[in-house]
């Protein structure tokens, strides 16, 4: 079955510093999404990308934040200037329309 | 403002027992519900979905049932297995802003006991 992969699967930065979370979601879905976890508390939206473009962002999305889908296949997550409370799992899905959601196994952004 | 709302944090069941979480939502442009499972270190994990149409939707030992009226679903599972243990998130999703909207409650923690 096709699966949504993300790497990698643990990074640990330095305050301040760019990190770049990579995903690939399934290969005929349309719509990609970026959710993050912290710590035992609830997965929460971040933004959503349908046709070459951000269609929705949470509060959370601010400008340190950024989107891309480089080529037809990958679909990352920048954070510019990591801060301290930006660790997190973060999870990246796909679905085809109104489908189910397929998450990644999550990359666990640690920042020091 | 939360729109999806999982009042139980925890939740213990015997094995073979019927388990039974609850979700509650707010916002009636919400027409498509989905249950995943999480396990610790992996992503959640699709397990069924109902349409705002219908009222019930089973798939072998997972039912979920909908209470439009009341805005509350439910997921019941029978029978419970240790295997079942896991967190499990409601989700409520509808069409806006040019794309589809997904959200999610705060998780109930599943404990099945053998």
């Known amino acids: 079955e096709p699966e949504v992969t993300q790497t990698p699967s643990h990074q640990v930065t330095q305050m301040g510093q760019e990190v770049i979370l990579r995903c690939v979601p399934i290969?005929?879905?349309?719509?990609f999404y970026w959710y993050r976890q912290i710590l035992g508390q609830k997965v929460e939206f971040l933004v959503s990308?349908?046709?070459?473009?951000?269609?929705?962002k949470s509060e959370i999305f601010d400008d340190q934040f950024s989107v891309e889908r480089p080529d037809g296949s990958n679909f990352t997550l920048k954070i510019r200037s990591t801060k301290l409370e930006d660790s997190a799992m973060y999870f990246c899905a796909s679905s085809f329309t109104d489908s189910p959601l397929h998450f990644g196994n999550g990359t666990r952004l640690t920042v020091t | 403002d939360q729109q999806v709302k999982q009042n139980s944090p925890s939740l213990s069941v015997q094995e073979g027992r019927i388990s039974i979480l609850n979700c509650d939502y707010t916002?009636?442009?919400?027409?498509?519900f989905l249950w995943y499972k999480k396990y610790p270190a992996e992503g959640p994990t699709f397990l069924i979905s109902i349409s705002s149409i219908k009222d019930k939707n089973e798939d072998g030992r997972f039912t979920v049932f909908l209470n439009k009226s009341a805005k509350h679903l439910s997921l019941h599972i029978v029978p419970s297995q240790p295997g079942d243990s896991a967190v499990y998130f409601c989700?409520?999703?509808?069409?806006?802003?040019?794309?589809?909207?997904?959200?999610f409650g705060t998780g109930t923690r599943l404990k099945v006991l053998a």
């Open positions: 990308f349908y046709n070459n473009e951000i269609s929705e």
């Open positions: 989700a409520a999703s509808a069409w806006a802003s040019g794309t589809y909207k997904y959200i």
């Open positions: 916002n009636s442009m919400f027409d498509y």
């Open positions: 290969s005929n879905h349309l719509y």
